[in-house]
């Protein structure tokens, strides 16, 4: 009775009966474990670690969750996952684990990673898999052909993580309680639509590399009248247009990149005249392109189902010449460059679109596009770093690097990623240094330092040229350039 009574107290305090009784798909009954798990982390990690018995009781019971007859498409997996345990020794074994907190949900947990969810994941075409507090996600690797001078690999970097040896990380960024701080919680999703094609055109399979990838830089420093950036009352600019636009010879630019064998293609922040200028020339002859561009961006408005005004910094992108996603800069970039008061004071860009950030995935790329100084965010790194995005695409206009190389670097060493940032021209002030500092940045995940990050200078005053790089090619990866 006693044994009874406590097995009970157990339960309610810290057991696995509630994940799976709330019921529910397999990733709801996984985000409920992770949940669990998360509040337990540092008790799990210690007791796995020491305590020879109890993880071998944790293991045979994730073994077993791991062969369960219960299929990766039940619509209520809580159910009939706790059903079987009943009917097999699974659900005992669970509770003798579960005087430990945590350490049988943990153990389910792991079963349900290592088989059903890690399928349902290989199988999804979901163009929005939402990602919340408590989702496992399985994290994407690669081999490269250059096995040795590389950043660690996830394998080697999660081992020591709750879900690690599953091929799992566990995302930990929880929503603040009473706020709707961007900086401290973003919307976010995984897209699966596409998975097949964007593995091909990111990653070359044959040479176990990546493939080459262009930066297209489209204006000089006089594309832009900075007499028509609005800017308002309130203390904030908007409106930064490229005054000249010449939509067929940005086409050429990307046809020369393609001749070139580049597939990826990157324009920088702010060089469209609206964020779908390029969409009628993609769509018309998508073999002349490369295969993915990314849009730069462009300053827009438009009216909300609501009524009200929305003003993004909104950058499409293009897969095989169709529309596959477009992102809306999340972090306002604060700066005196567009103001207008006496002394200057620093205002921020005025957008008030959508915090969102979705990311493309499939089996070897994680790809995700932002903006700039969405770079700036903890949040947006934070989202990066935990999806273990690999491939990471970034429009800017600046006329520095600031934090940008570091940036870079986190993506090579954090994920054994790539990061392209295509650059624009601003006018210059006077007595400045002639703007920008760098028309193209490209991480890679070499460990030596020296070859992680590089840089593509503007030369001989030249600002409308195409960059063509074959990434990881040392001791220099550039290939080719060409004026516009």
């Known amino acids: 009775h006693s044994y009874t009574v406590r097995m009970i107290k157990v339960a309610t305090n810290y057991g696995f009966d509630e994940p799976l009784r709330a019921g529910g798909d397999v990733r709801a009954v996984a985000r409920r474990l992770g949940r669990v798990c998360l509040a337990r982390m540092g008790q799990l990690l210690d007791r796995l670690a020491t305590d020879c018995e109890v993880t071998a009781i944790h293991n045979d019971v994730a073994r077993r969750i791991a062969g369960s007859p219960v299929s990766e498409?039940?619509?209520?997996?809580?159910?009939?996952?706790?059903?079987?345990?009943?009917t097999s020794e699974v659900d005992a074994m669970a509770r003798l684990l579960d005087t430990e907190p945590g350490f049988a949900a943990h153990a389910i947990l792991s079963g349900i990673c290592q088989r059903p969810l890690a399928r349902w994941f290989a199988s999804t075409t979901d163009s929005d898999v939402r990602v919340e507090y408590g989702d496992p996600i399985p994290v994407v690797t690669r081999t490269f052909k250059s096995g040795s001078g590389l950043t660690p690999g996830l394998t080697s970097l999660l081992r020591g993580t709750l879900l690690g040896p599953e091929g799992f990380r566990l995302y930990d960024l929880q929503p603040p309680i009473g706020s709707n701080d961007a900086e401290q919680y973003l919307d976010v999703s995984l897209d699966y639509s596409d998975r097949l094609t964007i593995d091909e055109v990111t990653w070359d399979a044959a040479s176990q590399t990546y493939p080459r990838m262009a930066t297209i830089h489209p204006h000089g420093p006089d594309a832009y009248d900075l007499d028509q950036v609005e800017r308002h009352p309130g203390g904030w600019w908007f409106g930064v247009v490229p005054a000249i636009w010449d939509c067929d010879r940005v086409l050429s630019a990307l046809a020369a990149a393609r001749h070139e064998k580049a597939m990826c293609a990157v324009l920088p922040e702010m060089s469209l005249p609206e964020s779908r200028a390029l969409a009628d020339g993609l769509a018309a002859n998508p073999d002349l392109y490369p295969r993915l561009v990314v849009a730069g961006s462009a300053h827009e408005r438009r009216e909300t189902a609501s009524g009200e005004e929305e003003r993004a910094n909104r950058s499409v992108v293009y897969l095989d010449g169709g529309e596959f996603a477009e992102h809306s800069k999340i972090f306002a970039f604060h700066t005196d460059f567009f103001s207008n008061q006496n002394p200057r004071q620093a205002m921020p860009e005025g957008i008030n679109g959508p915090r969102r950030l979705r990311v493309a995935s499939g089996d070897l790329t994680r790809m995700a596009v932002v903006i700039c100084s969405d770079l700036h965010s903890d949040a947006v790194r934070g989202v990066l770093e935990r999806l273990t995005v690999n491939l990471l695409f970034v429009p800017t206009l600046t006329a520095d690097e600031g934090m940008f190389g570091a940036a870079a670097s986190s993506v090579a060493g954090i994920s054994q990623g790539l990061s392209?940032?295509?650059?624009?021209?601003?006018?210059?002030?006077?007595?400045?240094?002639?703007?920008p500092s760098f028309l193209q940045l490209l991480g890679v995940p070499w460990a030596n330092t020296d070859h992680q990050v590089r840089r593509w200078p503007p030369t001989d005053g030249a600002r409308q040229v195409v960059c063509v790089v074959e990434p990881m090619k040392l001791p220099d990866p550039r290939v080719w350039d060409g004026a516009i």
């Open 420 to 435: 392209l940032m295509a650059n624009g021209t601003l006018p210059s002030e006077p007595g400045a240094p002639p703007s």
């Open 73 to 86: 498409t039940a619509d209520d997996f809580g159910d009939e996952l706790q059903m079987w345990m009943l």
